[in-house]
């Protein structure tokens, strides 16, 4: 019964989505250098950002110079259950937060507030097709709609065209909205932020520190305690630095021996996300498999070792880190099971001698 009900589930989303990615036509393609007047004269304005916690740490750009260029405008901002405890990197810039839940049930009341708040304007920024974002604007049907012009298209009063994913990063992408509002993206300030925090959870560091990341938002961003343990190893033997361990409680087993090692310190798991900001903002350089931490270390301008798992050019270059000195590992594979301990050693070494 529960596999024919998910079968069921997964025929009407197929054509719910193919509903509502219908090859039709937005009102308007905004050119290269056009100005949309709707656009700028919308004076309540709702961002959705309802993904993970990277995805909102590199929308930090737009919505600081949105704020800038209009400071009397109400911009809100739609964030999920996963990166509302990052909301302090743009909380300065934005009026009002709203929750989108993990319950459906509880989607759609929220749904429904949203319409009753008649915005003026919602912006889009994923740069993929979003269905979540599409069912959104079909039902809380604002005056306008802005996104890119992509597969789902057809839900949008305005798009702009998507810059080339392999030669611009995701922030300068992101920017490419700006264009409507009579703002040259190209002369936009693109760097990363988050507020310092105090309340530091680590030791007073005394020598050069490492942050080491274990994993990201998923298994297969997960290299193995053994490679990560020899590639410590191997750092200790060149490097007098102080090396901090990064992880989830889900892998507290996993990397428990290794507090037992010699200068290898396990960071206090913690779910608040402003304090494992500022252990991450103390370190020196950063290894992470994970890309919000890359992110982080482009606020704090962190030189960072970063692990991709880049298997298809279908989304684009990887989230590389911006304005900050950076060296990746990308691998064919999902997890990482390409790349030795030696070769990571080498690539942090190559930073380390920038």
Known sequence: MNEFLKGLEGKFKFLLKDFI????????VVEVNGICSEVISANKILLLRQDRIGDLLVSVPFLRTLRQYFPTKKIDILLSYR???????????????????????????????????????????????SFTSSIIINLVKPRFSLGFD?????????????????????????CALLRPFGIEPDK????????????NLLPLKNKIRVGVVVAGSSKSKFWGVENLAELIN???????????????????????????????Y??????????????????????????????LASAFKIPVLVFYSFISDKFGMPWFPIYTKF????????????????????RFVELVGE
């Open 150 to 174: 992509k597969e789902n298209r057809n839900v949008y009063s305005f798009v702009v065209a998507i810059p080339d994913k392999m030669e611009k990063h995701i922030v300068e992408r992101i």
């Open 188 to 199: 936009v300030d693109k760097t990363l932020e988050y507020p310092s925090i105090s309340g």
């Open 234 to 264: 191997l750092i200790n033997q060149k490097y007098d630095f102080e090396i901090i361990v990064f992880a989830t409680p889900n892998y507290k087993n996993l990397i428990s021996f290794l507090s037992t090692r010699n200068n290898i």
């Open 83 to 129: 990166n509302i405890v990052a909301k302090s990197c743009i909380q300065k810039y934005i009026d009002d937060i709203i929750l989108f839940p993990k319950n459906p049930l509880e989607r759609i009341k929220v749904i429904h507030r949203i319409k009753r708040r008649n915005y003026e304007l919602v912006i889009d920024p994923f740069d993929n097709a």
């Open 266 to 295: 396990v960071a206090p798991f913690t779910n608040d996300f402003d304090a494992f900001v500022a252990m991450v903002s103390s370190c020196d350089y950063l290894i992470t498999p994970d890309t919000s931490v890359v992110h």
């Open 21 to 28: 990615f219908k090859k039709n036509f937005p009102q308007k």
């Open 327 to 346: 060296k990746a590992i990308i691998s064919r594979r999902e997890s990482y099971s390409d790349v030795s301990p030696e070769f990571a050693f080498q």
